[in-house]
């Protein structure tokens, strides 16, 4: 299935009309408190999110897996997916292939279909958190960290062939995440098991090509429940140093303990240069993949807060990757991944409303008051008709769910895929 411009913009001219009140009261009061609001309008139409290769289909947890019909069954049908998503949104032009999950066997032809769509190749993801059928060595006990040098070596070389396949594709960007770590006291020791984490990381950051990026991700707990190796910012900020001005740090929002102060982890990272990577997502309980923006929605405008602070003052951090990792548990996947870009948008708009200027004055003259009527007033902004426009003047439907639903595309990928198709991936 695909969606044209003609289709867009025949669902915008059914839909403006009634938004355009909203639309135009918004401008005028912006406009009227000396706001540019051309040039928020821009960064919106300017904010491209990729998608993971392993978002499109049902996710599932331990207990089990809910399939949803018409799900992608070939990376080529995740990218028409993907391509469809940003027919409708304009703000997801770009993918994330994990592989062995998703290993692309015609590049040729996977480029084309990525590029028909207007899609570019983002950050490549490593997986050495799985056995893979042929393998001779078992990630069981570790990858990178593994005390058998053969193990370290086999997660060394796949982490090497990902770079190979993402400078076929285009991408420039590696991003590691490990499972690797223990479930119990004393079965690891922590700091070999760091030091052989660290010597793994140099290797492969020291055979990528000179324009890469290599993104270290961290996450405090799970597979393994005692204790992970890569456990936190800290962590993670140590061994991009180590590796090299090339290696940065991956902040994924489900990676925290309960009430971790992300947005001060972001805004240190930012400061020092080292915040390469930024991964989507919400929870509740630990690192629960939900809707971006569905449960702590405050706390995500304050992370965008620190984040455009950083944008405008840390010429030192280079632009970040941004990725949603969400996974669809019950929701259809499309429609989960409209929902967390419309969040991640209202949240970055949001933040661009911060007057920084009287925030600064407020903070020097130590008014905490004033400091919190600034942030909150911003916050309790309804910025949902700026979007609308910026999706109107930026090709997209105003109004991208709506028009996912009044497509009927769930329905069409059903009669054109069927209901059992079962996509790869988590
Ligand atoms: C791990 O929890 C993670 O956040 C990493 O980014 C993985 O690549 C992704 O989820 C999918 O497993
Ligand atoms: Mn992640």
Redo the contacts with the bound molecule.
């Keep these: 299935m695909k969606i044209t411009t003609d289709d867009i913009s025949g669902f915008n001219k059914k839909v403006k009309s009634s938004l355009e009140p909203e639309i135009d009261f918004m401008v005028n009061r912006l406009t009227a408190k000396g706001i540019a609001v051309d040039k928020i309008i821009a960064k919106i139409i300017d904010f491209q999110v990729a998608i993971p290769s392993?978002a499109l289909g049902a996710g599932g947890t331990r207990f089990g897996r809910f399939s949803y019909g018409g799900e992608p069954a070939s990376l080529e049908q995740k990218l028409d997916d993907i391509g469809l998503l940003h027919a409708l949104t304009q703000s997801a032009g770009a993918v994330s292939l994990?592989i062995p999950w998703d290993i692309p066997t015609d590049v040729q032809a996977i480029q084309e279909i990525a590029a028909s769509h207007g899609i570019v190749f983002d950050a490549m993801?490593s997986n050495t958190f799985q056995d893979q059928p042929d393998a001779k060595g078992s990630y069981r006990f570790g990858s990178l960290n593994s005390l058998d040098k053969a193990v370290r070596q086999q997660a060394v070389e796949h982490n090497k062939e990902v770079v190979r396949i993402g400078e076929r594709l285009g991408s420039k960007s590696l991003t590691v995440?490990l499972a690797d770590g223990a479930n119990f006291p004393g079965q690891l020791n922590f700091q070999k098991a760091l030091q052989n984490t660290e010597e793994s990381l140099k290797e492969i950051y020291n055979a990528m090509p000179q324009d890469w990026k290599l993104f270290i991700?961290y996450?405090p707990y799970e597979p393994n429940f005692y204790s992970t190796t890569i456990q936190d910012w800290g962590t993670s900020f140590m061994l991009a140093n180590a590796c090299g001005s090339r290696a940065f740090t991956l902040v994924?929002l489900g990676?925290h303990l309960p009430n971790t102060n992300i947005e001060q982890i972001v805004a240190t990272l930012m400061y020092k240069g080292k915040l390469g990577g930024f991964?989507f997502n919400d929870s509740k309980y630990g690192?629960d993949d939900v809707t971006v923006g569905s449960i702590k929605p405050y706390a995500l405008f304050l992370i965008f807060n620190e984040l455009v602070y950083g944008m405008q003052n840390n010429p030192q951090n280079p632009y970040p990757a941004w990725m949603i990792?969400a996974s669809h548990n019950i929701k259809d996947p499309l429609e989960d991944l409209i929902q967390s870009l419309d969040a991640i948008l209202i949240a970055y708009t949001q933040a661009l409303l911060v007057d920084q200027d009287a925030l600064r004055q407020a903070q020097e003259a130590n008014d905490v008051v004033k400091c919190q009527e600034i942030l909150q007033g911003a916050y309790r902004t309804d910025v949902r008709p700026l979007i609308y426009l910026a999706r109107a003047k930026g090709g997209a439907a105003i109004n991208p769910l709506q028009a996912y639903r009044d497509f009927k595309i769930r329905e069409t990928l059903i009669k054109e895929r069927g209901m059992k198709t079962k996509a790869t991936g988590?």
């Design positions: 392993w994990h993801n995440w991700e996450k994924d990676h991964h690192d990792d988590l």
